[in-house]
């Protein structure tokens, strides 16, 4: 995967989806998106 600051974010969730071999199951997509994507940490709320 390249890492062209010209690129859009679009084209570069493409290429890393096309690296990833997604295809249209929904199952693998989100097994596959969760290799890509970091979930950030809700804070905590004071009480």
């Avoid at 199951?25 to 950030?40: C, N, W, Y």
């Amino acid at each position: 995967m390249t890492t062209d600051p010209k690129r859009s974010q679009l084209d570069k969730f493409k290429e890393a989806a096309r690296a990833l071999e997604t295809d249209d199951d929904p199952e693998r997509f989100k097994d596959r998106l969760a290799m890509v994507v970091r979930h950030k940490p809700v804070p905590e709320k004071p009480e």
